[in-house]
């Protein structure tokens, strides 16, 4: 879908202005993952869509060392090393529409490929994790 050298050059350009922001929604993404479980797994419910293959949010805040342009197996070679093994925040992205916001701040021209039903309703509920 892209060529490597695009997503660096839009990373490159596009980082330094928000990286305290896409900072901030990484270390948002862990505490859920290990804190709030069943808020994540509750929010999934609510996801669809499927993953384009960009690798956009496996540039969020830093480039993934995983990420290479010559992987096999992956949509024009471009595409995570390790995917069938990937931990799970990178398996759950994204958790929340924050994260899309998050993602389209790096590259806002092309749409993920997931999207949430809506939710305000569901925010106000507070999930217990087991």
Not at 32 to 53: D, E
Request: proline share 6%; charged share 30%; with cysteine.
């Amino acid at each position: 879908m892209f060529g490597i050298d695009y997503l660096r050059t839009i990373y490159l350009n596009r980082l330094p202005r928000y990286r305290s922001k896409l900072f901030w929604g990484k270390l948002r993404r862990q505490y859920l993952i290990t804190f709030r479980p069943g808020y994540v797994r509750a929010m999934q419910n609510f996801r669809y869509g499927s993953c384009r293959g960009c690798g956009t949010c496996c540039h969020l805040a830093w480039g993934c060392p995983l990420f290479s342009c010559r992987c096999e197996g992956r949509k024009n070679g471009i595409g995570c090393s390790i995917y069938e093994k990937r931990p799970d925040s990178c398996r759950l992205f994204p958790m929340e529409e924050k994260d899309l916001r998050d993602r389209d701040l790096l590259l806002p021209y092309v749409p993920c490929g997931y999207r949430f039903t809506r939710t305000e309703h569901f925010s106000k509920i507070k999930l217990k994790s087991p």
